[in-house]
């Protein structure tokens, strides 16, 4: 992914938040000469102390998921090749009507990041099981009451023969956030005040990590 200088994250606390923060990606790998992906629940492996800090590097960690084993993405994996996991954080349109200057021309503001390393099929149910649990803990933390799996446990085991669980070694890291940093101060206020005014939820999140995500030192 090509970054232009003043949009690269200004730490790996920024990159291992939006991930954690947007645990649904998009793994891609290649059949043959064909390229193919899968949008899928991704995140960074749990240590033995539990998740991850945001702050680790993020290369020479792991990134684990799962898809339907009906699916036939996973058998692309069988040969350990290489894979790219793509995580994308809130986006918008910014409209130069917000900018309140002239000349000025439209443009999105995004932020994303691509994580790719070897990727290995998980063949063992008990690591598999760890996986979708993990997913589990993640995701329902960003809901408003978390579910207790406890009484669909064993549910869970006898759907699991149907799931194909993966685990990616990250070896490179690259990332985006576009947010308006080119812009001056006044300006690029203006273009949070919109997003933060706008009645779509995405937005919302956009102007939120607009407020959060500093200016990259040149």
Do not use: C
Request: no cysteine; glycine share 8%.
């Amino acid at each position: 992914m090509y970054t232009p200088r003043q949009y690269r994250a200004p730490g790996a606390t920024d990159e291992s938040r939006l991930i954690r923060q947007n645990p649904f990606g998009l793994i891609v790998s290649a059949d043959g000469s064909v390229p193919v992906a899968t949008h899928a629940p991704m995140l960074r492996a749990p240590t033995s102390n539990g998740p991850p800090p945001d702050g680790e590097p993020l290369p020479g960690t792991t990134v684990i998921g799962h898809m339907a084993r009906v699916n036939p993405q996973w058998r692309t994996f069988e040969s350990g090749p290489s894979v790219l996991a793509v995580f994308s954080g809130p986006h918008g349109y910014v409209s130069p009507t917000v900018y309140g200057v002239t000349p000025a021309a439209p443009t999105w503001n995004y932020a994303a990041v691509h994580v790719s390393g070897p990727v290995r099929l998980i063949d063992d149910a008990d690591e598999a099981l760890a996986v979708i649990m993990a997913t589990i803990e993640v995701t329902e933390a960003l809901t408003p009451a978390a579910w207790d799996p406890t009484d669909s446990m064993d549910y869970v085991r006898r759907i699991l023969p149907g799931i194909a669980a993966f685990e990616i070694t990250v070896e490179s890291v690259t990332s985006t956030f576009k947010l308006s940093q080119e812009k001056p101060d006044d300006v690029r206020q203006r273009v949070i005040e919109a997003f933060a005014a706008s009645p779509r939820g995405q937005d919302k999140e956009l102007a939120g990590l607009m407020t959060t995500t500093g200016r990259v030192h040149q």
